[in-house]
Every structure is written in C-alpha cells, then in structure tokens.
C-alpha cells in the first residue's frame, strides 16, 4: 500500500504539488490524470525516490520511504518506473532486460530463463541479441516493461508509458499492463493526459490538478459525477 500524505514539491518559488492525498491499495491499478504541467511526473518520481517532496510523504507499507536513506535501495527494489521515453538503450534486448538481475546478483542460467518468460509475456520471444536501433518506438516500450517486471517489483511505476505510441502501440501496452496486474497482481501506478486511458485501465483515477488531487474515484465515478467544473472540464464533459 503506498500511502501520499499532504505531499507538496517546490522547484524555487513554483510550487508544482501543493497538498497531495491519496491511497493507492495493494494490486489495483490507480492512473493519475491532468493536464501536461499539472506535477505528474513529479509525483510518480517522489514516489520512486527520484526526487523528495519539499512536504509532506510518502509510505511504503507503513513506512516513510524517504526517513531514511540508508534505506533507499531497498525500497526502491521494490518498485520499478517506466518512462515516456525508454531509457538509453545501447546493448541489445538481453542485457537490456538483464539490468536489474545482475544488481541482484541473480546466476546467469536464472537470469537467461527469467528473460526468455519476460520476452514470452511481451511477445518479442527471439529478441535477445536485437539491437535498439532496430526496435520501433513500441517495442522499444514493451522491453521497458519487460525489464521493469522481470525482478517482479511489488509497485509497477509507469509515467505517460504510451505518449510517444501509435494507436496500435499503445493498445500493445495496455493490454500487457491489464495482464500483468491481472497475473501478478502489481500495484500499478500510471500516469496519463488521455482520459480515456484511465477509463480503459486504471481501477481508480485520481485527477490532479493545480498541485493535488481534485477527485479521486473509479472512471465511472468520476465521468458520472466530476467534482467540479475544472474536472468536469477537463474529462470533457460541458457543464
Ligand atoms: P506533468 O508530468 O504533469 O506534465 P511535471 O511534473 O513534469 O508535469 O511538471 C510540473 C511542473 O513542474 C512544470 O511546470 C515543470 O516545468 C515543473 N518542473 C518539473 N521538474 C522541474 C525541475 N526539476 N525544476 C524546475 N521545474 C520543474
Ligand atoms: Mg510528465
């Protein structure tokens, strides 16, 4: 369970989260939506420790993780982050997705093993030895998730992982980010600008804006009964 409480980040003077409230349970899948600017990735970064809030915090099972920073590298075990743009990507697919179980110090037949079911999962099987160069933009994002689950973290952390996806992409990752919460049961923290994403994905949306959450909800919830105008606004319904 990952708890936000009164979570606020100033960069100088601008104050991007003011007051940021929200649960996230054990296994659901909770899409934070708002508008470009609206603190998105700054709050999915304070969550994986990336960046600590200027108030407030945050729990991990009880726990305050930025407290103690003798303690970071094992929260952040526990958690892994896809981003909008895959990260540097000069090693072919196999070491790509092989980071974080040689930080484990997992034995290579193991590793060699975890990464043939990853590759399973997100249908690129043979893709060991390919290159980046020669991945498109989609399955550039699917081996991101692959090397994101395959040390089977506990909070799947992933900010606007389809922004730079064509349609056809993006129903790639979402269909995968649906079955891998379905299989593994992963808490999954997504961030998105496209509404329907959430609708599409998320058990729970939280709509931020200026710097906290206007509405926390189910998609149905919150399309039945915006909180207000801003929201409603927002997730395109006129009022
Ligand atoms: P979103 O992901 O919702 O688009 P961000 O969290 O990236 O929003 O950014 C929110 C605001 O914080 C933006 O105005 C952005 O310019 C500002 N911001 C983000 N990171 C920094 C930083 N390191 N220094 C200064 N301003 C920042
Ligand atoms: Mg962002």
């Known amino acids: 369970m990952i708890e936000i409480e009164h979570v606020a980040k100033k960069f100088g003077d601008k104050e991007v989260l003011r007051d940021v409230n929200a649960v996230i349970r054990d296994g659901e899948i909770f899409a934070i939506i708002g ?14 420790l990336l960046d600590r809030p200027s108030g407030g915090r945050v729990l991990l099972d009880g726990e305050d993780i930025h407290a103690e920073r003798n303690q970071a590298l094992s929260y952040r075990r526990k958690m ?3 981003f909008q743009k895959p990260a540097a990507f000069n090693e072919n697919v196999y070491e790509n997705i092989a980071i974080g179980l040689r930080m484990r110090h997992l034995p290579e037949p193991a590793i060699r093993q975890k990464i043939e079911e990853a590759l399973e999962v997100i249908g690129l099987t043979g893709y060991e030895k390919r290159r980046a160069k020669t991945l498109s933009g989609g399955e550039m994002q699917r081996v991101a998730l692959a090397r994101a689950i395959v040390t089977e973290p506990a909070v799947l952390l992933m ?13 790639a990752i979402e269909d995968l980010v649906l079955q891998i919460n379905r299989k593994f049961g992963q808490t999954v923290v997504i961030s998105t ?4 994403q959430g609708q599409r994905l998320a058990h729970r949306i939280g709509v931020m804006m200026d710097g906290v959450f206007s509405q926390i909800g189910t998609p149905r919830e919150v399309f039945a009964m915006p909180k207000n105008k801003h ?9």
């Not at 900010?159 to 129903?171: F, G, I, K, Y």
């Not at 600008?193 to 329907?196: A, G, T």
């Open 35 to 48: 508008p470009s600017g609206s603190g998105k990735s700054t709050l999915l970064r304070i969550i994986n």
């Open 159 to 171: 900010d606007e992982p389809t922004a730079n996806l064509d349609p056809v992409s993006t129903a």
């Open 193 to 196: 600008h496209d509404m329907l």
């Open 231 to 239: 929201v409603a606004r927002f997730i395109g319904i006129e009022n």
């Open 80 to 82: 892994a982050m896809v």
